[in-house]
């Protein structure tokens, strides 16, 4: 149950549900204020998130700073977020990263200059359906 609920919520807060929901309503509703009101509020949301600039200022918010190998201390345990690899391509006898890869190489860095003695690899996206 959680699974899917977590997997159906995260689709619906999505900025361009909300915007197409915004403008779905806006061209359905009777009451011309809000008539109004919903398209500007959703072309506003629109002009917003979809611009380039503002998007990547708000995502380095949420970034941790990089610091030089040298400034880092000792851990037991270096954990690799995947989610960056493409399962879908063939053969299947190895790994396809996407622009995620350097997650994977800077864990092998830290492990090399035995900055982490153990490495765990966790996450990736889990699909609706099984795949073969």
């Known amino acids: 149950m959680f699974f899917v609920l977590s997997k159906t919520l995260n689709y619906l807060v999505m900025p361009f ?3 197409s929901a915004a403008f779905l309503v806006s061209g359905v509703i009777k009451n011309v204020r809000w008539k109004k009101r919903l398209f500007w509020i959703a072309l506003g949301m629109l002009l917003f998130f979809s611009n380039e600039f503002i998007a990547n200022e708000m995502m380095k918010t949420w ?3 990089t610091k ?6 000792h851990h037991k ?3 690799v977020l995947t989610g960056g690899t493409n399962i879908m391509q063939t053969p299947k006898d190895r790994v396809y990263f996407y622009g995620a ?3 994977v190489i ?3 860095q830290l492990y090399k200059l035995n900055l982490i003695d153990k490495i765990l690899i966790s996450g ?9």
């Open 17 to 19: 549900v909300i915007i």
């Open 63 to 65: 970034e941790i700073k």
């Open 68 to 73: 030089p190998f040298s400034q880092m201390t």
């Open 77 to 79: 345990i270096g954990i």
């Open 101 to 103: 890869v350097d997650r």
């Open 106 to 108: 800077h864990t092998v």
């Open 124 to 132: 990736a996206m889990a699909n609706w359906c099984r795949q073969r």
